[in-house]
């Protein structure tokens, strides 16, 4: 078995919350050696549920195989003690909202100075220029703002946002994937650069053909409820003891969906014959949902899902979280992992890591880290001697 890919890289992590752990978790995932570096009373999501034997699951599952300084960011040798350690690393992740670390002394001229190399690595809401690149932002406000709350929900509840936290996973992932980026394109140039993801424009680059309809025809999509607005049947359709999804993408999918339900003739309906008619089509009184309705009410989920794949097309049974996690495919895909984890003081499971590179290990190393757990071994790497922690430890600058 191989090393893994990122297995050399040194990733200093100074990020909040969801957007940069998730980011640094990719890393630390693929084998960087990522260190976690946190306030000396814990960052926030150590208090965000869920919550068992007094831990967050939250901040453990985002956090999974890094190591873990605490310290006084704000303390003159808390900065000097962060500064040693950006010089040693490859990558630097932060989320802070813009101007913050400027202020506290670590903006990227600053870091360049000690590590020309640096590969400075920044989220926000906004991103780093424009006028509105200084305001707080966490995940609802970027679904709000980019537009996607307004394609999401029915006319009964408007506008809703997307359960999970989308713009904080997309911008994370966009920003591991800019720092891959950066790390190879230094192999080449020898160079480091800085990076710039915003959590708005990480959700308007993910709006798909609702962005593509606007600057088309000028008129911004309306509610997309479960439906695709290129193309119908595309959405969550009900049986009779539950839901089921078809995604009906080329006019081959419905003639198939048409002799699947018994209804051949459909596929040459005026009426429903191509995309554009059938969406005009879909909803009304007759239209092909209500035909669909019909077939699928008199049948179960299960009885729906075996007919239509059996036809080879592209459906699906509307799952719970549980019943994904304890699917056969997933356990086929190794996307559960558990590990002892010393703040719950007992073993915990999670989803594991969509990236699979054959031949490399796919598996956790280690735990989320204990508040400071790594405080000792980070700083002895850095020079300090047994005397020198003790007494910055006495002097409150780490836990």
Same mark, same amino acid.
């Given at each position: 078995?191989?090393?893994?890919?990122?297995?050399?890289?040194?990733?200093?992590?100074?990020?909040?919350?969801?957007?940069?752990?998730?980011?640094?978790?990719?890393?630390?995932?693929?084998?960087?050696?990522?260190?976690?570096?946190?306030?000396?009373?814990?960052? #926030? !999501?150590?208090?965000?549920?869920?919550? %068992?034997?007094?831990?967050?699951?939250?901040?453990?599952?985002?956090?999974?195989?890094?190591?873990?300084?605490?310290?006084?960011? %704000?303390?003159?040798?808390?900065?000097?003690?962060?500064? %040693?350690?950006?010089?040693?690393?490859?990558?630097?992740?932060?989320?802070?909202?813009?101007?913050?670390?400027?202020?506290?002394?670590?903006? +990227?001229?600053?870091?360049?100075?000690?590590?020309?190399?640096?590969? +400075?690595?920044?989220?926000?809401?906004?991103?780093?220029?424009?006028?509105?690149?200084?305001?707080?932002?966490?995940?609802?406000?970027?679904?709000?703002?980019? @537009?996607?709350?307004?394609?999401?929900?029915?006319?009964?509840?408007?506008?809703?946002?997307?359960?999970?936290?989308?713009?904080?996973?997309?911008?994370?992932?966009?920003?591991?994937?800019?720092?891959?980026?950066?790390?190879?394109?230094?192999?080449?140039?020898?160079?480091?650069?800085?990076?710039?993801?915003?959590?708005?424009?990480?959700?308007?680059?993910?709006? &798909?053909?609702?962005?593509? #309809?606007?600057?088309?025809?000028?008129?911004?999509?309306?509610?997309?409820?479960?439906?695709?607005?290129? !193309?119908?049947?595309?959405?969550?359709?009900?049986?009779?003891?539950? #839901?089921?999804?078809?995604?009906?993408?080329? =006019?081959?999918?419905?003639? !198939?969906?048409?002799?699947?339900? @018994?209804?051949?003739?459909?596929?040459?309906?005026?009426?429903?014959?191509?995309?554009?008619?059938?969406?005009?089509?879909? +909803?009304?009184?007759?239209?092909?949902?209500?035909?669909?309705?019909?077939?699928?009410?008199?049948?179960?989920?299960?009885?729906?899902?075996?007919?239509?794949?059996? +036809?080879?097309?592209?459906?699906?049974?509307?799952?719970?979280?549980?019943?994904?996690?304890?699917?056969?495919?997933?356990?086929?895909?190794?996307? =559960?992992? &558990?590990?002892?984890?010393?703040?719950?003081?007992?073993?915990?499971?999670?989803?594991? !890591?969509?990236?699979?590179?054959?031949?490399?290990?796919?598996?956790?190393?280690?735990?989320?880290?204990?508040?400071?757990?790594?405080?000792?071994?980070?700083?002895?790497?850095?020079?300090?001697?047994?005397?020198?922690?003790?007494?910055?430890?006495?002097?409150?600058?780490?836990?």
């Amino acid at each position: 078995m191989k090393d893994r890919v990122l297995n050399g890289i040194k990733v200093v992590d100074i990020t909040l919350a969801y957007s940069g752990p998730v980011c640094s978790m990719h890393l630390a995932d693929c084998g960087a050696d990522v260190i976690k570096v946190e306030p000396i009373g814990g960052e #926030q !999501t150590r208090n965000w549920t869920p919550i %068992k034997n007094g831990y967050s699951g939250y901040f453990a599952y985002f956090n999974r195989n890094k190591r873990g300084i605490a310290l006084d960011m %704000k303390s003159e040798k808390g900065k000097e003690a962060l500064m %040693k350690l950006i010089a040693t690393a490859d990558v630097l992740v932060e989320n802070f909202r813009v101007g913050t670390l400027d202020r506290l002394g670590f903006s +990227y001229e600053e870091v360049k100075k000690v590590n020309p190399k640096i590969i +400075y690595a920044s989220i926000s809401g906004f991103g780093l220029n424009g006028p509105e690149a200084h305001r707080a932002t966490y995940d609802i406000v970027a679904q709000a703002e980019s @537009g996607l709350m307004s394609v999401n929900g029915f006319p009964s509840t408007g506008p809703v946002k997307i359960g999970p936290s989308f713009a904080d996973s997309y911008a994370g992932t966009y920003l591991a994937l800019a720092i891959s980026m950066a790390l190879f394109n230094r192999e080449r140039t020898g160079e480091g650069m800085r990076i710039d993801v915003a959590m708005v424009d990480s959700m308007f680059s993910a709006l &798909e053909k609702g962005s593509i #309809q606007y600057f088309l025809t000028g008129k911004s999509p309306d509610l997309h409820l479960n439906s695709l607005i290129a !193309t119908a049947p595309w959405e969550a359709v009900d049986a009779k003891d539950g #839901q089921f999804v078809i995604a009906v993408g080329s =006019v081959k999918h419905f003639a !198939t969906l048409c002799e699947a339900i @018994g209804r051949p003739e459909l596929a040459n309906d005026p009426r429903f014959d191509v995309h554009m008619h059938r969406m005009n089509n879909y +909803y009304t009184e007759g239209g092909f949902r209500s035909i669909m309705l019909e077939w699928s009410m008199q049948r179960t989920v299960d009885e729906v899902y075996d007919i239509l794949t059996s +036809y080879g097309l592209p459906c699906g049974k509307v799952k719970t979280v549980g019943q994904c996690a304890e699917s056969e495919q997933t356990k086929a895909r190794n996307m =559960v992992w &558990e590990v002892y984890d010393p703040g719950f003081k007992e073993n915990f499971k999670m989803p594991g !890591t969509p990236m699979k590179f054959h031949g490399y290990p796919d598996e956790i190393r280690k735990a989320a880290p204990l508040n400071g757990e790594d405080n000792v071994a980070v700083l002895k790497e850095l020079g300090y001697s047994d005397e020198e922690i003790k007494q910055l430890r006495e002097e409150g600058v780490f836990n």
